[in-house]
Nanobody
């Protein structure tokens, strides 16, 4: 079954940078709009950013605009999230999943096969 795999998280100080990667081995990855979602302790999962199947259209949560950049390489079946100027509020587990390309980047058709995610911790 389709299983998305996230990587690239870690512990960084405020103002630092990380680049997350998302792939789904064995899938027709380039056919999907993909979103990044995160869940902080005690909070609901929220959409962070998403990108259309061809990469022409992107969306960002207001809280990350100007700091995060989403991109994709369909030859390598990978979606990236470059995160700069990280803040403590960016801390959480980051997941990728098929997504709408609408503002808010909702999981497509109530996607439920979440992977393990990758932990991002921003702390001084």
């Amino acid at each position: 079954q389709l299983q998305f795999v996230e990587s690239g998280g870690g512990l960084v100080q405020p103002g630092g940078s990380l680049r997350l990667s998302c792939t789904a081995p064995g899938s027709s990855f380039g056919y999907y709009a993909i979103g990044w979602f995160r869940q902080a302790p005690g909070k609901e999962r929220e959409g962070v950013s998403c990108i259309s199947s061809g990469g022409a259209t992107t969306q960002y949560a207001d809280s990350v605009k100007g700091r995060f950049t989403i991109s994709r390489d369909n030859v390598k079946d990978t979606v990236f999230l470059q995160m700069n100027s990280l803040k403590p509020d960016d801390t959480g587990i980051y997941y990728c999943a098929p997504s709408t390309i609408l503002p808010g980047c909702s999981p497509y058709r109530a996607f439920s096969d979440w992977g393990p995610g990758t932990q991002v911790t921003v702390s001084s």
